[in-house]
């Protein structure tokens, strides 16, 4: 097997990114190759860090492989972010270098440098900036191996990236920013493939599609609220999908209807896998898999396992609801925070913070993230749930459902709802609405109130901070 660096300097002419800025496995080699030898000539050595702010295309891509072949951390950053945001990034890592459109460029830092390799090569990381739910954001840092880019592709293959089924060559479209670390790992998953990649600056539901039938992609990463969005497509079904044989979705909550509309529309082409940025990949199932137990996220990878611990602090049996912990994961730390490191951990154990619980079978179905939990009356409600179930209703774009203090229940629930386009929210849409969760939902999940709101805010990876909706709501 092959990897890009290798692929690159056999076959020089074959597509690395089509569209606009579009190159070459050779071209980009060179660019690569220039932007190492930059970064050395400027001190980045192995275990060092560099910060990117850069948006989704050519240079993004340079910079991942760059940094992946001399041994450095790269740090990218949301170019969203204010001025002060990303200056404690670039502070707490201790970055060698920052590469952005106000700092030093791609164009700056490879001008007059070599297009040979460099002469010590040495497999990096990506490290990661997640908030989590308190504090400053942290790095999720991970140990380096001594191994060149070429040695660490079998281990990588071995361990995970055969389980995603792509062959040699194809194409890849990114859907969100590269700088997440699922677009990120798919994006370089694909050049170890010599698959060439399509990468727009954002996601757009019709023009994805376009871009789907212009380039004939063979496979991409999406999240549920994607899915949401290319379902409302009107002309959907006009496109030439044919050429789409893997849709990987992951980074948040799937509601069942949406994904069994997707494969009702594609065909078992979805592939859902269960990670974060601390375990990586640690499930994957297919859509047979998926549509015999629907709503599971899959079983564990090869070497990983999964243990639910109760309230209690034992094990939960099967079908029992806990948190859910990640064994066999390589081994990482949150950068400069060995407290937060050790509060994740149970032995070598990882917690993302999720609740679920596994079947008798071993596959893994998710409820909710410990930190949503609603307490209502002693009873345990997941808003996951709730908000799968509100988005089945046609005048529903999206939803975020929250508990807040109720001086009788202890928390009450509350849905946050955008309504579709040309729909209007009013007391007529949340009696339908109610009408609705009858059949689906206990009597006890039904929210208390139902709000309207023009837009919601989630992430580009489709995530939705429940803390940050509640605060607000709170606060207003």
Not at 249 to 257: F, L, R, S
Request: include cysteine.
């Amino acid at each position: 097997m092959r990897g890009f660096y290798e692929i690159a300097a056999d076959d020089p002419a074959r597509p690395a990114l089509l569209g606009d800025g579009s190159a070459t496995y050779g071209e980009l080699l060179t660019l690569v190759n220039r932007a190492s030898n930059g970064l050395t000539s400027l001190g980045t050595g192995p275990g060092d860090y560099v910060v990117t702010v850069l948006k989704n295309g050519l240079d993004a891509l340079t910079m991942m492989l760059a940094t992946y072949q001399i041994g450095a951390y790269l740090v990218p950053v949301n170019w969203h972010f204010t001025p002060e945001e990303i200056d404690y990034i670039v502070a707490d890592c201790g970055a060698k270098v920052m590469i952005s459109p106000d700092a030093l460029t791609v164009r700056e830092l490879v001008d007059g440098q070599s297009e040979m390799a460099p002469g010590y090569r040495r497999a990096g990381s990506m490290m990661l900036y997640t908030s989590g739910t308190t504090g400053r954001p942290k790095g999720v840092r991970r140990r380096l191996l001594d191994l060149t880019p070429e040695e660490l592709y079998p281990i990588l293959m071995r361990k995970s990236w055969r389980h995603f089924g792509l062959p040699m060559g194809g194409v890849h479209l990114v859907c969100s920013q590269l700088y997440h670390s699922a677009p990120y790992g798919q994006a370089m998953m694909a050049l170890q493939f010599g698959h060439s990649i399509v990468a727009p600056e954002r996601f757009e539901a019709a023009a994805a599609l376009e871009l789907i039938e212009r380039h004939r992609v063979t496979n991409a990463f999406m999240v549920p609220t994607m899915f949401h969005r290319l379902l409302a497509v009107p002309e959907r079904e006009s496109y030439d999908l044919l050429s789409l044989t893997h849709l990987y979705h992951g980074a948040a909550p799937c509601p069942p209807a949406v994904k069994q509309a997707m494969i009702d529309w594609l065909g078992p082409i979805l592939w859902e896998y269960y990670g974060s940025t601390e375990a990586a990949v640690a499930t994957m199932v297919s859509s047979q898999e998926w549509l015999a137990r629907p709503g599971t996220v899959g079983r564990a990878l090869d070497g990983m396992t999964f243990t639910i611990v109760g309230e209690d602090g034992h094990e939960a049996a099967a079908g029992e609801p806990g948190l859910v912990y990640i064994g066999g994961i390589n081994r990482f730390e949150y950068h400069g925070d060995p407290a937060k490191t050790a509060a994740a951990m149970r032995g070598a154990a990882y917690t993302p913070g999720d609740i679920g619980y596994l079947d008798k079978d071993g596959y893994l179905f998710l409820l909710d993230r410990r930190t949503d939990l609603i307490i209502s009356g002693g009873v345990n409600i997941y808003p996951a749930e709730i908000e799968a179930a509100l988005l089945e209703h046609p005048s529903v774009a999206d939803v975020a459902v929250i508990g807040v203090p109720d001086p009788e229940w202890g928390h009450k629930v509350v849905a946050l709802v955008q309504p579709a386009a040309g729909i209007s929210g009013g007391e007529e849409l949340t009696a339908d609405l109610l009408r609705h969760c009858a059949p689906r939902l206990a009597r006890l999940k039904h929210p208390r109130v139902i709000e309207y709101r023009e837009s919601l805010p989630r992430t580009p990876t489709g995530k939705l901070s429940r803390r940050n909706v509640r605060e607000a709501y709170l606060s207003g």
